[in-house]
């Protein structure tokens, strides 16, 4: 009888490592298949709702992201990439990112308030500043029983790592989702077409180059919208998460800076700074600043019609704190003496340019250049666009003897391409803004501001942003009320 037993259990045990070495053998077979890359995992896992640690219980509108390292950045040879995209490699750990950017209805539902441009209770909230995103983050967090993960004080933010409540996504958290493994510089096969996201549809990836020969351009021009559009309206990317290209710009926490060039795991931006990153591009951009490597910034206590929120929450807890503490808001006081500089091709931006000084009386000086761009229309369409894309610095034939003097530079140009034309740079690039306040002005076509704003805060890092002021070719009868309101917003007092 002993034996039989005996017998039996041995029978049992072998079944069951007959059955452990099959499923081994069916786990070795998938990883062998692929399941280790990002975007297997994190689709097998997207409709979980805890954290590997099972501590942390998220909406069903949010996806984890299974954590991994990727070269953040883009290529040398990538297409209008700018200098501040220097690959490098990241690791980053399992977080939670919504599938939707934030909508005006839960926007206000916890602040009670809806200060966006555009109205709908779907369609995303913007014209939020940085300091407004953060604020919601914790009042929502409050609002649902969780630890709050900011510190707020004033324009000082600190952000404490243990905590469980709603955040923004690190810079490299959002790149590293918005990839989703890929390596190009979308994460669709070509590039987003107006089918694909909501963005300025006229111009695709690529078009500067191939504006006169657009057989030649892989995605065709197509719808520009000229608003914000219901969150979710497009195809989500591999990771199940809509509109990271276009709608609205997202903020993440970083403070805008060079990137640092050696090995990184889960790195949080500039120690210090008042410019914040923002990524995906909105409404009215083009194309080429919707890539995965795009870092578009902006003060932080300033809002915009194409900028929103995307939250995060951790997958597991953190440690430590990032301390914003030397993060100081900037003030525009419109104190001191004003200069008016402004570079025109089409004298749109002249007569802005002059409008403001009849208003002032401020000095006015022209941006000229030593070899003028041509005044045929297409050929400086290839000339801008060219200029652009080598970010070329044009030699300026005018210069401004005693900018020491001037507190205050009013700073006009014509949006081209959706940003500063070069000569602007040029300017940017001859003295030391240190200290000043530059309050930008800009005709443009139907594109406001473009990036033009980024180009600018990017080449005068030192120097305070004011309120801009856009302007639709040369402004119609309402450009004098319109100057008038900029300038009162501004502080800058008239004759």
Not at 196 to 205: L, R, S
């Amino acid at each position: 009888m002993k034996k039989n037993i005996v017998f039996f259990i041995a029978f049992l045990l072998s079944v069951v490592m007959l059955f452990s070495l099959t499923a081994c053998g069916q786990n070795e077979e998938k990883d062998e298949s692929g399941t280790s890359d990002i975007v297997e995992k994190t689709e097998m896992k997207e409709n979980n709702t805890a954290s590997v640690s099972g501590e942390v219980e998220v909406s069903e509108n949010f996806v984890l992201v299974e954590g991994g390292t990727f070269q953040m950045g883009s290529p040398e040879d990538e297409a209008w990439r700018s200098e501040d995209e220097i690959q490098h490699t990241v690791t980053v750990s399992n977080f939670y990112m919504s599938r939707y950017e934030l909508t005006q209805a839960e926007y206000e539902a916890v602040v009670g308030k809806n200060p966006s441009n555009f109205s709908g209770a779907d369609l995303p909230v913007e014209n939020v500043s940085w300091l407004d995103a953060v604020a919601y983050c914790n009042a929502r967090s409050e609002q649902e029983g969780l630890t709050a993960v900011y510190t707020i004080d004033g324009g000082n933010v600190s952000w404490e790592r243990s905590a469980n409540g709603y955040r923004l996504p690190t810079e490299a958290e959002w790149e590293y989702a918005c990839r989703a493994g890929t390596t190009t510089p979308f994460y669709m096969e070509i590039s987003p077409s107006a089918e694909d996201a909501n963005y300025y549809g006229h111009y695709p990836y690529m078009i500067e180059e191939n504006y006169f020969s657009q057989d030649n351009l892989e995605v065709q021009p197509g719808e520009y919208r000229q608003t914000t559009v219901s969150v979710g309206s497009f195809e989500a990317n591999p990771l199940g998460l809509y509109d990271m290209y276009g709608n609205v710009g997202e903020w993440t926490w970083d403070a805008y800076g060079a990137y640092e060039t050696e090995d990184q795991t889960d790195p949080t931006g500039a120690d210090t700074g008042t410019r914040r990153v923002y990524r995906g591009g909105g409404w009215n951009d083009f194309a080429k600043n919707m890539r995965s490597a795009y870092r578009a910034t902006m003060d932080q206590e300033k809002g915009s019609f194409n900028i929103g929120i995307r939250l995060v929450r951790d997958a597991v807890a953190g440690s430590g704190t990032v301390d914003g503490s030397n993060a100081q808001t900037d003030e525009n006081t419109g104190d001191g003496n004003v200069l008016i500089a402004y570079f025109s091709w089409g004298g749109n931006t002249q007569g802005v340019a002059e409008e403001i000084q009849s208003q002032t009386g401020a000095d006015l000086f022209e941006i000229t250049l030593v070899d003028p761009y041509s005044s045929d229309y297409n050929t400086v369409l290839d000339e801008a666009q060219r200029d652009q894309n080598e970010q070329a610095r044009p030699e300026l034939a005018s210069h401004v003897d005693n900018m020491e003097q001037y507190d205050t530079i009013l700073l006009g140009y014509p949006n081209w391409w959706a940003s500063i034309p070069m000569p602007i740079a040029s300017f940017l690039e001859e003295y030391d803004f240190s200290g000043k306040t530059i309050v930008p002005f800009c005709s443009h076509g139907g594109g406001r501001f473009g990036q033009s704003l980024t180009a600018i805060a990017k080449l005068a890092p030192d120097a305070t942003m004011g309120e801009g002021l856009s302007i639709h070719y040369s402004g119609g009868d309402s450009l004098g009320n319109d100057v008038a309101e900029w300038l009162e917003t501004n502080g800058i007092v008239g004759n």
